[in-house]
């Protein structure tokens, strides 16, 4: 079993649409990450929350810590919005004698926002 | 833009070669983290280095190596490349090395022939 499970894995949609992606994780965790992905490669960060909620834009990211899960919203849906979207974890690790952050990455939700 | 700079872009070698990825970080962050995107296994951390020392490794494997320069930048070396080496291979740069937002370079996307 994975330590960091997303759903859906492919999610498309209709322009307009409210779209939800969930990410739930196994470990014990100092923070959550939400990372965009585009066609072209490139790694975007969207959010970082270890509690509670965080909004930008039409962006939304939740996460219950007890539960072991978080959400991602977009509302209003764009076809700007098509991308991949990963879900990280990550924990301090002390055993170096100074904090590091190591992530362990979901496989991604890839969304098609269709016009 | 991140801030956090990678090249090459693209990198095509053959079965045995070794190559050199260099990661140049934000101004002023003092962690380099380094990761490899491949079809099969997705993202994985491979290593951190925090102001010149190694912080953490993860699945790297030993045939791979890396340093971060007194300027603070990286290079990730890759030796007896193998096909299922190929990947793209990203660094993200923050400011410590504890839990705190990553900015991500654009990626090297190496291909082993």
């Known amino acids: 079993k994975n330590e960091v499970e997303q759903s859906p894995q492919n999610l498309t949609a209709q322009e307009g649409e409210f779209i939800t992606i969930n990410c739930s994780y196994s470990v014990g965790i100092s923070a959550l990450h939400w990372l965009q992905q585009h066609p072209g490669g490139g790694i975007v960060s969207l959010f970082m929350?270890?509690?509670g909620k965080k909004k930008h834009g039409r962006l939304i990211a939740t996460i219950n810590i007890q539960e072991k899960h978080s959400s991602l919203h977009i509302t209003a849906s764009h076809p700007r919005d098509s991308a991949v979207y990963i879900c990280a974890v990550g924990w301090d690790d002390m055993n170096y004698g100074g904090a590091t952050n190591k992530l362990i990455f979901g496989t991604g939700t890839l969304l098609a926002v269709q016009p | 833009d991140s801030g956090v700079t990678q090249t090459p872009k693209h990198l095509i070698t053959a079965t045995g070669q070794r190559v050199t990825l260099r990661c140049s970080p934000r101004s002023g962050d003092l962690s380099v983290y380094w990761y490899q995107q491949s079809l099969d296994q997705g993202l994985q951390f491979l290593i951190q280095?925090?102001?010149?020392?190694?912080?953490a490794k993860g699945n790297i494997l030993e045939r791979f190596s890396a340093q971060q320069f007194p300027d603070l930048h990286s290079e990730l070396n890759l030796s007896s490349l193998e096909l299922g080496d190929s990947a793209l291979y990203f660094c993200a740069s923050s400011p410590r090395g504890s839990t705190i937002e990553q900015f991500f370079g654009p990626g090297t996307r190496l291909t082993v022939l």
């Open positions: 280095y925090y102001n010149g020392e190694e912080r």
């Open positions: 929350l270890s509690s």
